[in-house]
């Protein structure tokens, strides 16, 4: 009887000790570089290199007490670092955990996941409820921006109190814009970024559209045919039909804006 043949197997090398270069690799990479296909179900660990970044980026998001630009984290990084592929890495870490990392107003920032959100009710400051014409002046300027005062209450269909524009600037929503290149250069507004972070929008772009804001029930179900919600834009450039504002003008806009109670209720024009 023939014995059996005993094929030998070479012997894999141990992580960090790969023979062939791969010296300090972690153990995911040192067996793809030997011919070894991790299961589709088993992630990738990134590599050392890469873990210090992703470990900086974290530790300067977590610190930070607002929104932090791409262009600002990259200069804690390599020149040739992909700060954008990162930060799209560390999203999809935190993605399933209390914390999660999102974009808003351009910037990145992490936030407690919208699901456990109820957990941090008992911590919330309460803070002092806007009116309806406040709600209302805030929507149109949002939509419709860059919009003056005249055109706001053209479509509101009463007159805006001065005082209703003033809160909002106050609270950090709106800015003064420019001014209209028309007979008397009325004001134009717009929101700000603090108005994208507190709303978490990334973009104004992100406001919802008419279908969003019907199956919210925010809209009357007996719209005319051709009910059309306008697309924002928030463009930080001035619009053609814009002027800039004089050096420290805007400071002084409130001052211009009349004031009185109850001029929201009487209807555009009147006395």
């Known amino acids: 009887m023939v014995p059996p043949k005993l094929n030998i197997v070479p012997q894999r090398a141990e992580h960090g000790d790969a023979g062939d270069g791969t010296e300090g690799v972690d153990a995911a990479e040192a067996l793809a570089h030997e011919g070894w296909q991790l299961p589709s179900n088993i992630a990738q660990l990134p590599s050392a290199d890469r873990r210090e970044q992703l470990r900086i980026l974290e530790a300067l998001l977590f610190a ?14 390599k020149s040739n670092d992909d700060v954008s592929a990162l930060l799209e890495e560390l999203k999809g870490f935190y993605a399933s955990r209390g914390i999660n990392l999102v974009r808003v107003a351009g910037k990145w920032a992490f936030r407690t996941a919208e699901d456990l959100s109820y957990l941090l009710e008992r911590h919330a400051t309460e803070q002092r409820r806007l009116s309806k014409a406040a709600m209302e002046t805030l929507a149109i300027i949002a939509y419709h921006q860059p919009v003056t005062r005249a055109e706001i209450e053209e479509v509101r ?15 950090g929503w709106v800015r003064p814009r420019g001014r209209r290149r028309a007979p008397g250069r009325p004001i134009t507004y717009g929101t700000t970024d ?5 709303f978490g929008f990334d973009t104004i772009k992100d406001l919802p559209g008419l279908a969003e804001l019907k199956g919210a029930g925010l809209l009357d179900g007996n719209l005319p045919p051709d009910f059309t919600v306008p697309e924002p834009t928030d463009a930080a450039a001035l619009m053609p039909d814009e002027l800039p504002l004089d050096a420290g003008e805007e400071e002084g806009i409130a001052d211009e804006l009349p004031l009185g109670d109850g001029d929201d209720d009487k209807p555009a024009g009147a006395a």
């Open 194 to 198: 603090q108005f994208l972070e507190h």
């Open 64 to 77: 930070a007490s607002e929104p932090l630009a791409e262009q600002f984290l990259a200069t804690h990084l």
């Open 157 to 171: 269909g009463v007159a805006v109190s001065g005082g209703t524009i003033d809160v909002l600037m106050e609270i």
